[in-house]
């Protein structure tokens, strides 16, 4: 039901059908580190650095897009491209903004459920134009309905450039 979103983001998640696909079911939120949730933490298996992350079934996670160093702009241009389609190793890969959300939003015992879901080519382009968030809108409808033009991304790499 529409009135239950509270947060639409756009993500990449692992490609289907293939060793890294995202494992779909029911989840809980729990973290087994200290890092993470921060603002940096380190996966060593890929020698990248990814941002607010929120773990919800063993080795997978949610969180930001990755980077290849503890800045913001050394962020992986290829997975950038490509948020919004199948890229990642079986995480959820989100904008930073988004992750942070989910960090601090989402505490330990929140539950996940991860859908396969249909490609809607429309809604992944308006939300990497811009995310819904049910505190900047009327309601989803308005948000469905509104035009959202090229360049407003909502996006914490885009904020912390300028």
């Not at 080519?121 to 968030?133: I, K, Q, S, V």
């Not at 409808?141 to 909502?154: P, V």
Request: charged share 25%; hydrophobic share 35%; glycine share 8%.
């Amino acid at each position: 039901e529409e009135s239950t979103i509270v947060r639409q983001m756009v993500c990449s998640s692992g490609v289907p059908d293939s060793p890294d696909a995202t494992p779909c079911g029911s989840f809980v939120v729990k973290q087994h580190y200290p890092d993470e949730r921060g603002e940096w933490y380190y996966i060593e298996q890929y020698g990248v650095y990814v941002q607010y992350v929120t773990r919800f079934n063993g080795p997978h996670l949610f969180h930001s897009l990755p980077y290849f160093e503890r800045d913001v702009a050394s962020i992986d241009a290829e997975a950038r491209s490509r948020l919004g389609t199948p890229a990642s190793h079986g995480c959820i890969r989100l904008r930073s903004e988004d992750a942070r959300w989910l960090a601090e939003n989402c505490p330990d015992g929140t539950p996940v459920e991860v859908r396969a879901g249909e490609a809607n080519e429309a809604l992944r382009l308006r939300l990497l134009r811009r995310g819904y968030d049910a505190g900047d809108w009327p309601s989803y409808r308005a948000y469905l309905d509104a035009e959202i033009h090229a360049g407003l991304t909502g996006a914490l790499e885009a904020r912390r450039a300028d």
